[in-house]
């Protein structure tokens, strides 16, 4: 294969900036162009749910590179300007102002964009937690409001319940899950992460949907459960998941599915390829198709979309990770952890704070949890995961 001469990335986010970044550290010297929809310079997300929500850090500190770092990659960087629309067989998009970039390769990097609930949007007092702009603005609506409702018990819901009790506000957590975080550590982990919430003050409502947003004067002022309970609230953070962003590649020929579907070198076509929480490929280690939302995967992957560009020929087979941080808890997860799994703790102890735990499937280790237990979780996951790790180039 010959490299291309010119390289598109749609998405200037972790996954699309570590893309770029590793095309030029392998050696490709032609064009490279980022397109964004973003109107910032590129920024970690990770943060937004807990230092820049709790005001610890200023939103620059946020940033991914200086702009001396950016311009050194010698890229153009569009942004502020949606793709709306892609032709891969020529390789094009077409922006939402009319605009056509073309590359050689086309590496779409767009992320995820949130679920929400009937009735939420145009509603003020209701918010979601996805970039820059709806932290900062999250973040000045918890400093006039005193009774949040978080309605989802995943990641986000918990992170930024932990935030907003730190904040001192009065916050209640709602969701459809038995716990917080049950689907992604299983029962034990997950019982102790909700006791701790319970232990610092967040009141939860799980099992139960939400019926519907209350509201006077186009402001919310409450959340309606299934069960008629009505919760009320100044304040709102709608985070009950999100879906890859691929609306604008209808009609592209692209196959999508939970994301861009791709083969085990991140390829959706001849070359176009997907990378970070967008892509949908084939882990030939593991045997089966993996999507991963976090920023972990986002910059790992990159090295192996950018080396696929570039003529390699290289399979994406990384162990599975994600961490979360809550209160003074750091949980890291590697591999595939599940509420289905059988859970045995390998070292420490829950009671005392700090532990490290394997999951078994039918008597194989499928995942291993840290719990303020980094580099022992590290170690358990050489010991006894076997998908073959990421190695940068």
Known sequence: MTPPGS?????????????????????H???????DAEPHLPYDRPPLSKQVLAGDWEPGRAQLRTQAQLDALD??????EPAVSLDAAAREVRTATGRVLRGDAVVIATGLTPCRLPGQRGLAGVHE???LDDALTLRAHLTAARRLVVVGEGVLGGEVAATARKLGLDVTLVGLGPAILADQLGGPAAELLTRTHVERGVVLRLGVAVEELTSAGGRVTGVRLATGELLPADAVVVAIGSRPATGWLAGSGLPLGDGVECDSRCRAAEGVYAVGDVASWWHEGLGRRLRLENRTNATEQAQVVAANVLGADRAY???PYFWTDQYDIKIQAHGLPSAAAEVSIAE?????????????????VTGVLGWNMPKQARVLRQQHLTARPVTTA
């Open 7 to 27: 390289v598109l990335i749609v998405g200037a986010s972790a996954a699309g900036l570590s893309t770029a970044e590793a095309l030029r550290r392998q050696g």
């Open 29 to 35: 010297q032609g064009r490279l162009t980022l397109l």
């Open 75 to 80: 890229a153009e960087f569009v942004r502020g």
């Open 129 to 131: 937690l996805r970039g």
């Open 317 to 319: 087979e990384p162990i």
């Open 348 to 364: 420490g102890d829950p009671e005392q704070g700090r532990f490290a735990a394997l999951y078994r499937e039918n008597g194989q």
